[in-house]
């Protein structure tokens, strides 16, 4: 039976896919800094989504699993079905098929009419519900208008939202996601977009198919956003020892090896006054984003 219980943090769970899974040289004994529990969760979570791709083999030392996989032959990365696995709040569903249902076609509302009606028409009717404020529903708004599925126009003194006109025939672009989710840099957004199609398309294979980029994807999204922003970070990363570092970085550059497909972040490391490379792999988080003007400088 599948383990479905979803995860609220990825970093736990990269660490293990990673250095237990992929790599293979670790056993259960070698966590000893995380709970018999947890770690048993985590492998039935990780075992659930591989199961097609799970090796064992017995040592003195004990049995080690890893993953073993012909790259050539999948068609669709296995990887992301660790970020189907994360949860979000119970709120981010309500609002979002609220508020849609609410500015359906032809409807323009603005914020406090929104508020009121889904207090009226929608939470009433559930006794545990609660109430939403204005701000959270401020804040959704806001987040779907930079996606493009709400437009907001000023009448007045006051924004008023409908539903976006520029609807997507998604069947059009079945191949055309089907190839992205498996080629770009974050392509796991592509993935969750393929679940929504009926049938899967089988008609790309990849002679070079780097499978564990899918691990690294919220570290390189980060990293990106720092970018254009020309922001510095605190990447945080854990030593083989178990050791946990972090150095304040400015990251300019993402390099892709050619030959591996590990990717690796060049940044300028302030603490030793020179430029360094980071394996993305390695990497945590990407902490405390704080502006620099001279950005351009160091690029160039």
């Known amino acids: 039976m599948a383990y479905s219980e979803l995860v609220k943090n990825l970093d736990n769970i990269r660490m293990v896919m990673r250095d237990f899974y992929v790599y293979g040289f670790k056993s259960k004994a070698d966590f000893n800094d995380r709970s018999a529990r947890s770690h048993d969760n985590d492998r039935r979570r990780i ?44 709120k981010d569903i309500m609002l979002h098929f609220y508020l849609l249902d609410m500015l359906q076609e032809g409807v323009s509302m603005s914020l406090n009419e929104l508020v009121e009606r889904l207090d009226q028409d929608y939470l009433s009717h559930f006794a545990d519900a609660g109430t939403i404020d204005a701000s959270t529903v401020r804040k959704k708004l806001a987040e779907y208008v930079q996606l493009g599925l709400i437009v907001a126009a000023k009448q007045g003194r006051e924004l008023f939202y409908s539903r976006s006109k520029d609807a997507v025939n998604l069947e059009r672009w079945h191949e055309t996601v089907s190839f992205f989710a498996e080629s770009s840099p974050v392509g796991v957004v592509g993935s969750f977009l393929e679940d929504k199609y009926s049938e899967e398309v089988n008609i790309f294979s990849y002679k070079h198919h780097y499978l564990l980029q899918a691990l690294e994807s919220d ?76 950005f351009d400088k160091f690029l160039a």
């Open 219 to 294: 570290v390189l999204l980060d990293l990106l956003d720092a970018m254009q922003k020309k922001q510095t970070v605190r990447l945080a990363s854990c030593t083989d020892g178990g050791k946990h570092i972090s150095m304040r970085v400015l990251p300019l550059k993402i390099y892709v090896s050619t030959q591996s497909g590990r990717r690796y972040v060049m940044g300028w490391f302030f603490k030793a006054k020179r430029i360094i490379f980071c394996r993305l792999d390695n990497l945590e988080q990407v902490l405390e984003p704080k502006d620099l003007p001279d």
């Open 47 to 90: 075992e659930s989504w591989l199961a097609d791709y799970m090796c064992f083999r017995q040592n003195a030392k004990g049995r080690r699993r890893f993953i073993a996989v012909d790259s050539r032959k999948i068609k669709h990365n296995p990887f992301y079905k660790a970020w189907k696995a994360k949860t979000f709040t119970a």
